[in-house]
């Protein structure tokens, strides 16, 4: 998804009352895109916002200072871009479509605490962002987790905040036991805490999508590590989850009475499920299995 900015050298678009309409307006954004020769493209999950609330729930949450790196994925027509420009002392916007170098080049003329780069912000070097750097962004959605989660394990970040399909929102912040939660969850877990702001309807886009979208807000630990042998064992856990999780272990080939052992010493009844386990529950069932010679 994409975020919709301003035209210094469109028509004015007023309203009934001869105020002109806001940058997020429908109507500039339909003007913006047709004198420029642009039409929304599916394949790179083009929706451009047009609600002015969503925008500043978004950059709200984000708490932007004067000192801030901001990165961005998919600057669009680059509403969102401008208002974190206005805030932090860089910003870092990586866009795929290069049909937009035209009109981005006219939105955010002057910006120059702006960067912008055209190429694939699953691929970006997050390594070369300082410590400490927020991630801010409308996130298309054929790349949302693959970036979260590219990000979080980055350790660069302190703070994300973006709008997403509302089922990944969902994911990435569910409860114990409920449908949602998953390996995802946890990674999300291990990483920080995540929340839900709001939920942003079909309507707040041009052109609408067929899906609810939300905002998430993602603060993380900064002492939080990667742990590859950790988000493996719970992916394991996971794999059927209409099974147990004795079950999935014993089918990854852990030996299954010493699942039990373990599952009984957590005082976890053999028949659990991975999702009703926390996070803490999958540390100490991974480190009584891990520390004979059950791992796989």
């Keep these: 998804m994409r975020s919709a900015g301003p035209d210094a050298d469109e028509p004015r678009r007023v309203d009934?009352?001869?105020?002109?309409?806001?940058?997020?307006?429908?109507?500039?954004?339909?003007?913006?895109?047709?004198?420029?020769?642009?039409?929304?493209?599916?394949?790179?999950?083009?929706?451009?916002l047009v609600d002015a609330g969503a925008l500043a729930v978004i950059v709200d949450a984000a708490e932007v200072q004067p000192t801030d790196t901001v990165f961005e994925v998919g600057p669009g027509l680059g509403v969102l871009t401008r208002e974190l420009a206005s805030r932090a002392a860089r910003v870092v916007s990586v866009?795929?479509?290069?049909?937009?170098?035209?009109?981005?080049?006219?939105?955010?003329?002057?910006?120059?605490?702006?960067?912008?780069?055209?190429?694939?912000?699953?691929?970006?070097?997050?390594?070369?962002?300082?410590?400490?750097?927020l991630l801010v962004a409308n996130l298309p959605y054929g790349v949302a987790t693959a970036v979260v989660t590219r990000a979080l394990a980055s350790r660069r970040f302190r703070r994300l905040v973006f709008l997403v399909?509302?089922?990944?929102?969902?994911?990435?912040?569910?409860?114990?036991?409920?449908?949602?939660?998953?390996?995802?969850?946890?990674?999300?877990?291990?990483?920080?805490?995540?929340?839900?702001?709001?939920r942003v309807p079909p309507g707040a886009f041009l052109p609408a999508p067929k899906v609810t979208s939300a905002v998430v807000r993602i603060d993380v630990d900064r002492a939080a590590r990667p742990?590859?042998?950790?988000?493996?064992?719970?992916?394991?856990?996971?794999?059927?989850?209409?099974?147990?999780?004795?079950?999935?272990?014993?089918?990854?080939?852990?030996?299954?009475?010493?699942?039990?052992?373990?599952?009984?010493?957590?005082?976890?009844?053999?028949?659990v499920r991975a999702e009703a386990l926390e996070l803490t529950s999958f540390e100490r069932l991974l480190a009584s299995l891990a520390g004979g010679t059950d791992w796989p």
């Design 165 to 198: 399909q509302r089922e990944v929102a969902d994911r990435l912040t569910a409860a114990p036991g409920t449908p949602a939660y998953g390996s995802l969850t946890l990674l999300v877990r291990h990483f920080g805490r995540a929340a839900s702001l709001r």
């Design 16 to 48: 009934a009352s001869g105020r002109q309409a806001p940058l997020t307006a429908p109507s500039r954004v339909a003007a913006l895109l047709k004198r420029h020769g642009l039409t929304p493209d599916r394949g790179f999950s083009q929706n451009f």
């Design 227 to 271: 742990d590859p042998e950790l988000f493996r064992f719970i992916r394991l856990g996971f794999a059927h989850r209409r099974k147990t999780l004795a079950k999935n272990l014993a089918l990854a080939g852990f030996d299954r009475e010493a699942v039990n052992r373990a599952l009984a010493e957590l005082g976890l009844d053999g028949r």
């Design 95 to 133: 866009e795929l479509d290069r049909r937009l170098q035209g009109v981005l080049a006219e939105t955010l003329s002057g910006l120059g605490s702006v960067e912008l780069v055209f190429g694939d912000a699953a691929r970006y070097d997050f390594a070369s962002l300082p410590e400490g750097t």
